[in-house]
């Protein structure tokens, strides 16, 4: 009778142990995968020194610029001296 017992232990204890291995496959494929973003060089605007990837910045005389306004600002000034 005793071995019966630990038979249905041992038996109870490896259904649950198989239970927790599905769910954690399951989570697992589940989960959105994450993207790894491409590594893009880094400028600083001439203008206000904001750091912004090169792909948006705009070249102007003098550097990278974040938008017009400081391009035409910084191309002003230096026109100016």
Known sequence: MKYL???IVVLAVLWFASR???RVREDKASAPQRETAAIEDMVT???CQVHLP???ALPG???YF???AHRAAHER???SR
């Open 61 to 63: 005389r003098g550097g």
């Open 54 to 56: 090169k792909s948006e």
């Open 45 to 47: 605007c001439a203008h």
């Open 66 to 68: 974040c938008d017009e």
């Open 77 to 79: 000034k230096e026109a």
């Open 5 to 7: 017992i630990i038979i």
């Open 20 to 22: 927790s291995r599905s």
